[in-house]
């Protein structure tokens, strides 16, 4: 999915701000997204808020690099054609974790190893999903066909905020390892229970039962932070945080951090009220011919 965007879903734009801003999963019905950092959002599909006040908080908060207060883009229409190019605005996000599983026969590996293919629900954003290209079954003995993906469903979280794929080879294989064995997930016994599930590696037969990633064995078991954030793309080195094994969907996970101001008009008329409200922008202008298309400008915005 390197440049091609393909839609998945849409949420309400306060969901964006209470539940699914950036760095937060998103459950799709068949797929897992993580809400990419704002810095790769389309800046010019997103309205400015004027708000002087809330704007010089935000910026005591977080520093004077904020220069100025969007809102989500929107798309103008409902179409969900998803071949026109309104379709394609929206907030980007990412397939994480980045592990998947085959419903069929099991097969973990990550949506970018080649094994999957990404089926698009065209004209149905929220059916798009992978799936495990010629599956054979867990057997391998069944006629070669396309099989359901759904994410792996354990990550790996810290107390210093990084989010991380479960570490599935290095845990499978007890550590550092050069096998390059497909792995498998597997369920033994009735009940999902993490002790009924199982990953286990085709190539050299390693097998490991879950109930090792949680508590004082998961301690034991899994690497050290690798100070991931999915949402920007990067990883902070040097985290002393212990990882510790979490469930997709877990509600803990992810929660806002929000600041509000009250806007009161300060000014009679309209237009003092837009030349206030807009200040930084009329105060760089360096012509009289400049003010027409700033107010122009402001007035679309929505202040
Ligand atoms: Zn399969
Ligand atoms: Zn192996
Ligand atoms: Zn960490």
């Given at each position: 999915?390197?440049?091609?965007?393909?839609?998945?879903?849409?949420?309400?734009?306060?969901?964006?701000?209470?539940?699914?801003?950036?760095?937060?999963?998103?459950?799709?019905?068949?797929?897992?997204?993580?809400?990419?950092?704002?810095?790769?959002?389309?800046?010019?599909?997103?309205?400015?808020?004027?708000?002087?006040?809330?704007?010089?908080?935000?910026q005591k908060a977080l520093g004077p690099q904020v220069e100025s207060l969007r809102m989500p883009p929107i798309s103008k229409s409902e179409s969900n054609d998803t071949s026109s190019a309104e379709a394609n605005v929206g907030v980007p996000v990412r397939p994480f974790p980045r592990w998947l599983r085959c419903v069929k026969c099991g097969l973990l590996s990550p949506y970018d190893s080649g094994l999957f293919e990404l089926k698009e629900g065209y004209r149905r954003p929220e059916a798009t999903r992978f799936v495990h290209q010629g599956c054979r079954g867990s057997k391998g003995d069944q006629p070669a066909k396309d099989a359901d993906a759904v994410p792996a469903r354990f990550l790996l979280a810290c107390k210093n905020g990084h989010l991380d794929d479960f570490p599935w080879q290095w845990f499978v294989h007890s550590g550092p390892n050069d096998c390059k064995g497909t792995l498998r997930f597997f369920e033994s016994g009735a009940s999902l229970q993490t002790e009924n599930l199982w990953v286990k590696c085709d190539a050299c037969g390693a097998a490991r039962n879950m109930a090792h990633a949680f508590g004082q064995l998961g301690k034991e078991n899994l690497p050290g932070c690798r100070?991931?954030?999915?949402?920007?793309?990067?990883?902070?080195?040097?985290?002393?945080?212990?990882?510790?094994?979490?469930?997709?969907?877990?509600?803990?996970?992810?929660?806002?951090?929000?600041?509000?101001?009250?806007?009161?008009?300060?000014?009679?008329?309209?237009?003092?009220?837009?030349?206030?409200?807009?200040?930084?922008?009329?105060?760089?202008?360096?012509?009289?011919?400049?003010?027409?298309?700033?107010?122009?400008?402001l007035k679309k915005t929505g202040s």
């Open positions: 999915m390197a440049h091609e965007k393909t839609p998945v879903g849409s949420v309400r734009p306060s969901q964006l701000l209470w539940t699914y801003g950036p760095g937060a999963l998103i459950d799709l019905p068949n797929l897992s997204v993580v809400t990419s950092g704002i810095d790769i959002w389309e800046k010019d599909r997103c309205n400015l808020v004027i708000e002087n006040r809330l704007l010089a908080a935000v100070g991931r954030h999915p949402h920007l793309d990067q990883f902070e080195p040097d985290c002393d945080a212990d990882p510790r094994a979490v469930l997709l969907g877990a509600t803990n996970s992810w929660f806002p951090v929000s600041l509000s101001a009250l806007a009161i008009p300060q000014a009679k008329d309209a237009l003092a009220q837009l030349l206030e409200d807009g200040w930084s922008f009329f105060s760089d202008l360096e012509s009289l011919d400049e003010v027409p298309l700033t107010i122009k400008l």
